[in-house]
């Protein structure tokens, strides 16, 4: 594993000096080294620490007013009540669940209780997926680039990962077999962000999907579909999800959040798997939290059963359209063809690869360089559990205005304009 950070190398080489010194002082177990700690955190810890004016395009956060605070006020003043003081049951809040299945069954991929458990966000879900199905030394395929808090989770059950690439029609399936085969080994899981993805916001066309299902039929390798953009598609038309694709699939493990949609801070998401490995599920989640907060699950029961979320949703659609169009038209005024970039139909993200003069610049010396300046992201060898795309960034659009969208865009031509010059 390449170790890459966003952070300074001070600060990298205490992190490290300190893992080695928990080596060699505990007797720990194996597992342990292979806790890499999350670069997108470790940006984001960072940029908490400083005091001057950033535009912040490094985390994936909701912006500020795309959150029902009012309402989640008044409803947390009104819901508590003694059964929200007490443990929950392990798979979730009866009324959520109830909710989430009348709410799912509007969507085109219903589900059923016998299939869902609630977790402690899309990251527990990501967890309970690697406890279930990646034993040391498995091979896990993941997208390139990726979320790597979620590679990192396969990482941390002892996964060999293989990283395939990705262009705008998402994971190069094509490549799939012939790159898998080098291995010698046959894919436990194959992680996926299909939809809007994170971090370069493209999203995988029905053929690669159709595909990736037929070769996860041959190996008999899980499918992770962790998709919590999904219902933020602003522009284009629906494609067709695993779920639709291939109903009812045992190989489909489905890993969903609110934290997008409505705040991360609640930390509520959901799974949707096979009802085979629900109790196994529960049995897994037991021993990481035995549940996932109460009063968090009754605020997000109480906003779904108020029936605001259809209509919160096409706000934050719209809201995010303008602000991936304003990144958009920034990046070609400011940046034109010295950079390419894609341009999602949804989600928070999108993928900044520098060209011609900007080429052969680090995006990890950049970002020390333009955090200087007022503008931060996250660099792109923190999205590759390999630590390539040296020359790539992704930039978040969701959490800033228009106005200081054009604004970072501006700062961020400035340190490039004086580190091309130098
Ligand atoms: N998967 C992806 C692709 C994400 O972008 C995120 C959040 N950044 C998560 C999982 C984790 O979601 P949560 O905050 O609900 O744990």
């Known amino acids: 594993m390449t170790t890459m950070t966003a952070t300074t190398d001070n600060e990298a080489t205490t992190s490290l000096h300190d893992v080695r010194r928990a080596t060699q002082t505990f007797p720990l177990a194996g597992r342990a080294k292979d806790l890499v700690g999350s670069l997108i955190d470790s940006s984001t810890s960072l940029l908490a620490s400083q005091s001057h004016d950033i535009v912040r395009f490094a985390m994936g956060s909701p912006a500020d007013e795309a959150v029902p605070a009012e309402e989640f006020r008044q409803i947390a003043g009104e819901i508590l009540d003694n059964s929200s003081f007490t443990y929950g049951a392990t798979e979730g809040e009866p009324r959520l669940l109830q909710l989430l299945v009348d709410y799912l069954a509007t969507t085109p991929d219903p589900s ?18 690697c406890k279930l199905f990646v034993d040391p030394g498995d091979l896990v395929v993941v997208e390139s680039p990726t979320y790597t808090n979620g590679s990192a989770t396969a990482l941390s059950y002892g996964a060999q990962l293989l990283e395939i690439p990705t262009d705008e029609d998402g994971m190069l399936v094509d490549q799939l077999e ?18 809007f993805q994170n971090p370069s916001g493209v999203t995988m066309s029905e053929e690669r999907r159709r595909e990736l299902l037929r070769l996860a039929h041959k190996w008999g390798s899980v499918i992770i579909d962790d998709d919590p953009y999904g219902l933020l598609r602003f522009a284009g038309t629906d494609i067709p999800t695993f779920q639709t694709l291939s109903p009812q699939d045992p190989l489909l493990f489905s ?30 989640k037991q021993a990481m939290d035995t549940c996932t907060n109460v009063p968090n699950q009754h605020i997000v029961a109480e906003y779904i059963a ?43 993200f999108l993928w900044v690869t520098l060209q011609g003069e900007f080429a052969e610049i680090d995006t990890r010396e950049l970002f020390e360089r333009a955090l200087a300046d007022g503008v931060a992201f996250i660099p792109g060898p923190a999205l590759s559990p390999g630590g390539r795309f040296r020359n790539a960034m992704r930039l978040c659009f969701a959490s800033s205005t228009p106005a200081r969208i054009d604004e970072g865009i501006r700062r961020l031509t400035g340190t490039l304009e004086t580190m091309a010059r130098e």
């Open 112 to 129: 059923s209780h016998e299939r869902l458990v609630i977790t402690t966000g899309g990251m527990q879900g990501l967890d309970l997926a």
């Open 178 to 195: 012939d790159l898998v085969s080098h291995t010698h080994k046959t894919p436990k899981a194959i992680y996926t962000i299909p939809t």
């Open 255 to 284: 890993v969903r959040t609110f934290s997008k949609i409505l705040a991360p801070g609640w930390r509520v998401g959901w799974v949707d798997a096979d009802p085979a490995l629900r109790q196994l599920l529960i049995n897994g």
């Open 306 to 348: 108020r029936g605001g979320l259809e209509d919160h949703l096409a706000g934050l659609r719209t809201l995010y359209r303008e602000r991936k169009d304003a990144m958009v038209e920034s990046i070609r005024t400011h940046l034109g063809d010295r950079v390419t970039t894609t341009d999602p139909e949804g989600g928070f």
